[in-house]
Nanobody, 125 residues
């Protein structure tokens, strides 16, 4: 299994900024696609922003112009810079990645999609 590690959430006032990070472990040798989803109170989990396998970036209409997705040179750490935060951005944010990873002490390879545990972003005055 692959454990995605999320960080950077917290509480902020409207108009403020936060940066979320998501890191895949070293046993991951290939990231096919990776993105952030969020689930607000009483709502379904929806895509916020993500990288496709071809490297293009997609954003939800509600965050375009405010959120920016980026990743490191190894493409195993992804960042979501969130600016001009609004109360409607309050949610638990989940990292998702479909990856190739080593198993059995790096003697075999497997593929799968994995979720992080989620991190709370709270925007309120």
């Amino acid at each position: 299994q692959v454990q995605l590690v999320e960080s950077g959430g917290g509480s902020v006032q409207p108009g403020g900024s936060l940066r979320l990070s998501c890191t895949a472990p070293a046993k991951v040798f290939k990231v096919n696609n990776m993105g952030w989803y969020r689930q607000g109170p009483g709502k379904q989990r929806d895509l916020v922003a993500g990288f496709t396998e071809s490297g293009t970036t997609n954003y939800a209409d509600t965050v375009k112009g405010r959120f920016t997705l980026s990743r490191d040179n190894f493409e195993t750490t992804m960042y979501l810079q969130m600016n001009s935060l609004e109360p409607d951005d309050t949610a638990v944010y989940f990292c998702y990645a479909h990856v190739g990873y080593y198993t059995n002490g790096a003697t075999a390879r497997s593929w799968g999609g994995f979720w992080g545990d989620g991190i709370l972003v709270n925007v309120s005055s």
